[in-house]
């Protein structure tokens, strides 16, 4: 279990690293039109939401009727970056692991 959450954390502090690194590309905006701009042209809408290092606010928008995903970083005061998009998004439901002896 210690060693999932490692990787959670670790993949949320390079999504962080993306985003420091796609502002300098100018994949940022203001987070209102980044939001619509998905919204009228992919038909993406939020489906996940998190908090990561320093306040960055992290979310995933999709479309259920294309597929299609998109990964938004916002920092605190700051503009939206996208950091990742795809295709053949899929919303899992998965149970936990039963708990074990740790082997």
């Known amino acids: ?11 949320f502090g ?27 042209r992919y038909g993406e809408t939020r489906q996940a ?4 290092q320093q306040g960055a606010v992290v979310e995933v928008f999709a479309s259920e009727k294309s597929g299609s995903w998109t990964i938004t970083v916002t920092m605190p005061n700051g503009p939206t970056c996208l950091v990742a998009s795809g295709q053949a998004y899929e919303e899992l439901a998965e149970a936990l692991p039963p708990k074990g002896d740790g082997t």
């Not at 279990?1 to 993949?11: A, C, E």
């Open 1 to 11: 279990m210690q060693f999932l959450s490692l990787k959670v954390v670790m993949g």
């Open 14 to 40: 390079l999504l962080i690293l993306a985003a420091t690194h796609a502002d300098a590309r100018g994949n940022c905006a203001d987070r209102e039109a980044v939001i619509e701009r998905l919204a009228q």
């Open 49 to 52: 939401i998190g908090l990561a």
